[in-house]
């Protein structure tokens, strides 16, 4: 089958084809640690350097802090030591030797009231990552934490836990966002969602792009480094991402719950499918790669660490009797595309029962878990378009990498929640670099079939720069579409929720530009979703 040259694609194929940049980040001072920590040795395995015995000739809390995966008792807090984040080896300047983290959770930033602390180990086979799951906290409380390694301490971070299950919230503020790849732009969103001052920021997919810095043709912020290939690579373009102060500061202002997309691997990748034939190394070996370095730079539970090509990634999130969070890993347990990868038209084998995005695994697990939701508000957070898009008629033609890839997956979701009656169903979504606003219909054919759910895609923190040519791509696209209650594919920003038993509203927040380091942000459109009633009204 051949393949339609796509914007999409085309726009892929152009940063692969640019010319070389010279320069670094400029942001790597080098350092080195000023005394060599003793090495003390356990039962045949080396045991944590005790906190104090290292010294270090400069901070290695380069990379921030961060909180994520709230529950009502307890949170996982997050960091990486890292000295030199982008050394060669990909271990940051750290010694080949696990190291002791102290850190402390106080009711206030001041920590004079410490509730908890300890010591983690962080060990050079996770990059010198920790992820502490601090456990026994109080449901629905704001918490500060910090880390200490060496004479050095970590810049304080902001978390709270869920409320308890089952009680009556009135209120959840939190902001979505995806794909920032650095390159294309400075990260202008984060300062406002932190004034935004939201209880969470959910990110839902590209949080780094894996491209060389060869391929770039005039970025806005060079990275350094080729094509990802093996794990140094992926934790030190992780570590270039992480060094960006207002990701930082987005970060240590409230829990992050994030899932991936295809960037975080390889461009738009289906499971054990790549589409990318200048990959440098087989999917399974960027997966392994990737996912180990997602896994190390995220506030992610223990319970999430990658086993080779494998990490359990979905997982849920419940905000007492107001929301509850499906968090979908769309990227991992697909099928190949059924008819296709790009533009293509729409065959048969798209409704091949036994094609899916989630898995069948995952699939059971999200229509048993929309079906023992006690929530008024469910959200599915999730990678890529569940709505359609129709490019065109006749032939029918759809953009595979999205759910219109793999209708019949959607269908039975979208048939689920139809039948049992889940409460408010709601999808949130990333990959695009475009805002869509959607009815999710009972059929997409017939406008004047049931709107089943309510979905709102983010556009992208920066991909795709100022402008970036998809709203003349897409736009004559959209009345085709009549469930698209709104389109907008030039803007960079993020989207701001406010959700309570009556309404869940939305804010489509835009910044005026990501080619300079700040940015005015403002309303760009507001949306309600009533208590009760699928489909978006605009305000
Ligand atoms: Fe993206
Ligand atoms: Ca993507």
Redesign the pocket.
């Known amino acids: 089958m051949a393949t339609i040259q796509t914007a999409r694609a085309a726009f892929e194929k152009r940063l692969t084809r640019r010319s070389v940049v010279a320069g670094s980040a400029g942001l790597v001072v080098a350092t080195s640690l000023a005394g060599r920590p003793t090495r003390v040795l356990g039962q045949g395995t080396p045991e944590a350097t005790p906190v104090g015995t290292l010294g270090f000739a400069s901070s290695p809390f380069t990379l921030g802090v961060a909180s994520g995966d709230p529950l009502p008792d307890s949170v996982v807090l997050w960091t990486r030591l890292a000295p030199d984040p982008l050394a060669d080896d990909g271990l940051g300047g750290m010694p080949g030797m696990p190291v002791g983290v102290r850190w402390e959770l106080a009711d206030d930033d001041a920590f004079r009231q410490i509730v908890q602390s300890g010591t983690a180990t962080a060990s050079p086979t996770l990059a010198h990552s920790v992820h502490v799951d601090v456990t026994g906290l109080a449901p629905g409380r704001t918490y500060f934490y910090r880390f200490m390694a060496g004479n050095e301490v970590s810049p304080t971070g902001r978390t709270r836990t869920a409320p308890a299950p089952g009680t009556a919230v009135d209120r959840l503020r939190f902001a979505f966002a995806?794909?920032q790849k650095y390159e294309d732009g400075f990260f202008t969103s984060y300062p406002h969602i932190v004034a935004d001052d939201p209880d969470l920021v959910v990110f839902l997919?590209?949080y780094i792009y894996e491209y060389a810095s060869a391929d770039l043709d005039d970025p806005v912020r060079a990275i350094t480094g080729g094509k990802l290939a093996v794990l140094s690579d992926f934790r030190n373009r992780h570590a270039t991402y992480k060094t960006d102060a207002d990701l930082q500061a987005a970060h240590a202002a409230a829990p992050w719950i994030v899932t991936w997309?295809?960037?975080e691997v390889t461009?738009?990748y289906s499971g054990g499918e790549v589409i990318d034939d200048d990959a440098p190394v087989s999917v399974t070996d960027l997966r392994v790669a990737g996912y180990q370095a997602y896994y190390e730079h995220l506030p992610l539970r223990p319970s999430s660490m990658p086993t080779g090509p494998d990490m359990q990634l979905y997982r849920r999130v419940t905000w007492g009797d107001l929301a509850e969070f499906q968090v979908l890993d769309t990227r991992q347990y697909r099928t190949p595309f059924p008819f296709g990868y790009g533009e293509q038209p729409r065959t048969p084998a798209a409704f091949d029962p036994a094609t899916t995005m989630t898995g069948p695994s995952q699939e059971r697990w999200l229509l048993q878990g929309l079906d023992d939701s006690a929530a008024r508000w469910n959200v599915i957070a999730q990678?890529?378009m569940m709505g359609e898009l129709l490019h065109q008629g006749d032939p029918e033609i759809y953009w595979t990498?999205a759910w219109d890839g793999y209708p019949d997956a959607r269908n039975r979701i979208l048939s689920h929640i139809m039948s049992r009656g889940i409460s408010n169903p709601v999808v949130i979504t990333?990959?695009?670099?475009s805002t869509f606003v959607n009815d999710l219909k009972a059929s997409f054919e017939d406008e004047d079939s049931l709107t089943v759910g309510t979905e709102f895609v983010v556009t992208s923190i920066s991909s795709n720069g100022d402008g970036g040519g998809y709203q003349d791509y897409y736009g004559p696209m959209i009345p085709l579409n009549p469930h698209i209650r709104l389109f907008d594919g030039d803007r960079r920003g993020y989207q701001r929720v406010e959700v309570t038993p009556d309404a869940w509203r939305v804010d489509v927040q835009m910044v005026d530009t990501v080619l300079s380091e700040t940015s005015a942000a403002s309303t760009f459109a507001s949306f309600v979703v009533e208590n009760g009633t699928a489909g978006a009204q605009q305000l």
């Open positions: 995806s794909c997919g590209d997309d295809d960037h461009n738009d990678g890529v990498d990333g990959d695009w670099h």
